[in-house]
């Protein structure tokens, strides 16, 4: 992505993370914040915006540069680098780092919100541990009783195509005989 002015001046043509100077710098907003705005963005060098894309931080010798970028005065590159950092505390030098800075809690609230996100999403699970997705077909562990009828959906029925109920991680829907009814995921397993 193209670097607007307010950011070349501000970084003086060099990535805000490792110092490096490049001929092709990105501006990277920093997550979860969407919007484009000069203060939730980063300037990046190609080898820094490539390896934060990709996720990949498994060359740690080379983070050794946020231990400089924590510090400065531009809080989108101090939350950054902190992220950065919090994936490397294995290493400790990284854990020094993040424990030797002083961030405003703003700041480490930011730099953990995408993390808390990821955290909050609603997981269904089925009575194995198996993650189920909208679409899997299930098979039931137990009779079960469907509320409204007087039928009970035996112990190994196929429920084909289930949906996920958005926000109960306890909880798909599928249709037995006909009737689309709420099943708690503990009462079934996915099949193959």
């Not at 989108?76 to 490397?88: D, E, P, R, T």
Request: include cysteine; hydrophobic fraction near 35%.
């Amino acid at each position: 992505m193209a670097i607007n002015t307010q950011l070349q001046n501000r970084s003086n043509q060099t990535c805000e993370l490792c110092m490096k100077q490049d001929n092709n710098l990105y501006s990277y907003t920093v997550p979860p914040k969407k919007d484009e705005l000069v203060e939730n963005q980063v300037v990046l060098c190609t080898e820094c915006f490539d390896q934060i894309k990709a996720g990949d931080y498994s060359n740690s010798h080379y983070w050794r540069c946020l231990e400089g970028s924590i510090w400065s005065e531009v809080p989108a590159v101090q939350v950054l680098s902190y992220k950065i950092l919090k994936k490397l505390t294995s290493n400790e030098w990284a854990m020094d780092a993040v424990d030797a800075v002083f961030l405003e809690e703003s700041l480490i609230e930011w730099a953990n919100d995408e993390d808390t996100q990821v955290a909050e999403k609603v997981i269904h699970k089925d009575a194995n541990g198996i993650l189920l997705t909208t679409g899997d077909n299930v098979i039931l562990t137990q009779n079960l009783n469907v509320k409204g009828t007087s039928y009970i959906a035996p112990k190994g029925t196929m429920v084909r195509k289930v949906r996920l109920v958005s926000d109960n991680a306890e909880q798909l829907e599928g249709k037995i005989n006909g009737d689309t009814i709420v099943i708690l995921t503990k009462f079934v397993k996915k099949s193959v």
